[in-house]
């Protein structure tokens, strides 16, 4: 059973158009991320959400945001994509405190 | 956007030798440490963890060293074996705060 699972794995798509990465976790944890990997594999922190409520809200574009319909869920939609957008999006969660467990990733290109 | 400044360290090392691998971390008041494996293509995996109150922690065929006075971590890996070639990523943890992750480092493994 897959613990954090990431749809797509991979998604190609224009510049400008509006695209969303779905998460889920069956763990029971309370909280739920967003990271940014970029190509020289730095992992950086977007989003989290504990109990639907978003918690942290780093300095992204505000063309990102992040929607939780329940706490097995935390998907990220992105409006007017940019090609700098590029990069590796990953899903985690954790019970507060405690240490994250990570999806396999989505690929995103913007061409 | 992009990590500019920052780059990969990689760390290359003979099949079958000891492979130790370090961290710098920045808050001096963090209190809990863990190391992540990456592998090609997937999410970053949970390898062992340590808290502030110990020094030293031993897993299978890994060893977590944390030096408190320097702000270092390091994790050591026994034996080094091919499938050990990956992304290592330590992460440190204020309690009530989120994990934030350290630049990674490549292992690469030589036959």
């Known amino acids: 059973d897959t613990a954090v699972s990431q749809t797509p794995k991979y998604l190609v798509t224009q510049m400008g158009n509006d695209k969303s990465i779905k998460c889920e976790q069956n763990l029971g944890h309370d909280t739920m991320y967003w990271y940014k990997q970029d190509s020289k594999k730095f992992l950086k922190i977007m989003f989290s959400?504990?109990?639907?409520?978003?918690?942290i809200n780093e300095t992204v574009p505000n063309r990102f945001s992040p929607k939780s319909p329940d706490k097995a869920h935390l998907n990220l939609h992105i409006n007017s994509l940019e090609l700098g957008d590029s990069a590796v999006y990953f899903c985690?969660?954790?019970?507060?405190?405690?240490?994250?467990?990570f999806g396999q990733g989505t690929r995103l290109t913007v061409v | 956007g992009e990590s500019v400044g920052l780059h990969l360290p990689t760390l290359s090392v003979q099949e079958g030798d000891n492979s130790i691998i370090n961290c710098a971390y920045s808050?001096?008041?963090?209190?809990?440490f863990i190391w992540y494996k990456q592998e090609s293509g997937k999410g970053p995996q949970f390898i062992i963890d340590?808290?502030?109150?110990?020094d030293k922690r031993q897993g299978q065929r890994v060893t977590v060293l944390l030096n408190k006075t320097v702000k270092h971590l390091s994790l050591q890996i026994a034996a080094t074996q091919p499938g050990d070639s990956a992304v290592y990523f330590c992460a440190e943890n204020m309690e009530g705060q989120n994990f934030v992750f350290g630049p990674g480092t490549r292992l690469s493994v030589l036959p």
């Open positions: 985690a969660s954790t019970q507060w405190g405690s240490l994250p467990f």
């Open positions: 340590i808290r502030s109150n110990m």
């Open positions: 808050n001096s008041a963090s209190d809990y």
């Open positions: 959400y504990n109990n639907k409520e978003l918690i």
